[in-house]
């Protein structure tokens, strides 16, 4: 079987979802000649088992990459580039991402910002610092139509934030999730499980209100089981360059854990119609473009409920990967190939 892909870059690897996208590319028959693996942190003590795994494959090249701060993200494609010396990146996953699990009572404007600057606007900047390499990458195919070998952007989501399955998940109203993602996310024990059918939390249950996801645990929302690894929760003050959107709250300003609840699907709805917009848009050029749901899966995020293991839904990932064509730019897919409504 053919590569996937001659160069691969996956945001947020260096655990769950990420981390196993970046070790069954590696260990694959015919694996990418390039995998770059980013994260906000590859150094530090959250980025030991990718530099466990990249001292295993001389394929993978660690990069350091910071989804909201837009000088990290140019200085990686600075790294890219020279690797790939002179020749395109063929395929960014966007798996990087945050939740949490504030309701209609409980959400701010600060919470809905930061979630939409991770999930929504880091992608969409991720995608257009990269797009010089994609399209590079499209024009020196020897090949026509569209594919993950040519040229391609996949944005890890969810079902959580389709707006088509919505009123099937009322106890999970996940505002800023839904929003950004419209992509899925929130906290470990949020409103959320009751929507995939596992118990809801008993009251005084001793949840955190914020975990480990990528490699900053004291600054990331816990996400629900449909969401992505990644990192990088909240915007710096250089991020993005955005002008007059206020950062997010500290720690210390958060909400106790007991109303911190579910908003986040809100922002999956709203990266899901990026989706839709790059496909429409980069079509032409030789770029495809879709989302992916990955299922609820047993990370640290997705907790020892969920049904699936990573293996699988990555086994299952990897597999779509290399279905998409031409007829599947712009679907909305899940790990078996399925497509979901918008």
Request: with cysteine.
């Amino acid at each position: 079987m053919a590569a996937l892909a001659r160069s691969v870059l996956v945001t947020g690897s260096n655990r769950g979802i990420g981390l196993e996208l970046v070790r069954q590319l590696a260990a694959s028959p015919q694996p990418p000649q390039h995998i770059f693996a980013t994260c906000r942190d590859p150094d530090g003590p959250r980025g030991k088992a990718l530099r466990e795994l990249s001292a295993q494959h001389p394929s993978i090249r660690l990069v350091q990459l910071d989804t909201v701060d837009l000088p990290s993200i140019r200085r990686a494609v600075q790294v890219v580039e020279s690797c790939l010396e002179g020749q395109g990146l063929n395929l960014l996953i966007n798996n990087a991402g945050i939740g949490s699990h504030a309701t209609l009572q409980t959400v701010d404007s600060q919470e809905m910002l930061a979630a939409f600057a991770t999930n929504v606007v880091g992608p969409l900047q991720v995608t257009k610092e990269f797009l010089p390499l994609l399209e590079k990458a499209a024009k020196g195919a020897q090949k026509t139509g569209l594919s993950c070998s040519r040229a391609a952007i996949v944005n890890v989501s969810s079902k959580v934030g389709s707006i088509g399955l919505c009123l099937r998940v009322l106890e999970a109203p996940m505002y800023p999730y839904r929003a950004s993602k419209v992509r899925g996310w929130g906290r470990r024990w949020g409103p959320w499980r009751g929507a995939h059918g596992t118990p809801p939390p008993t009251p005084g249950h001793p949840s955190p209100a914020w975990s480990s996801k990528g490699e900053h645990a004291e600054r990331q929302p816990r996400l629900c089981p449909c969401s992505t690894a990644g990192q990088s929760p909240f915007p710096t003050s250089t991020a993005l360059q955005l002008q007059n959107v206020p950062l997010p709250p500290t720690r210390t300003q958060l909400p106790e854990p007991s109303v911190v609840l579910a908003w986040p699907c809100l922002f999956q709805a709203a990266q899901n119609m990026v989706t839709r917009c790059l496909a429409a848009e980069l079509r032409d050029k030789g770029i495809l473009c879709t989302a992916i749901h990955p299922g609820w899966v047993k990370t640290d995020m997705g907790t020892e409920q969920a049904p699936m293991t990573v293996e699988r839904s990555v086994q299952g990932i990897l597999a779509v990967l290399g279905s998409l064509s031409q007829e599947t730019s712009g679907a909305f897919l899940d790990w078996e190939g399925n497509s979901l409504p918008w």
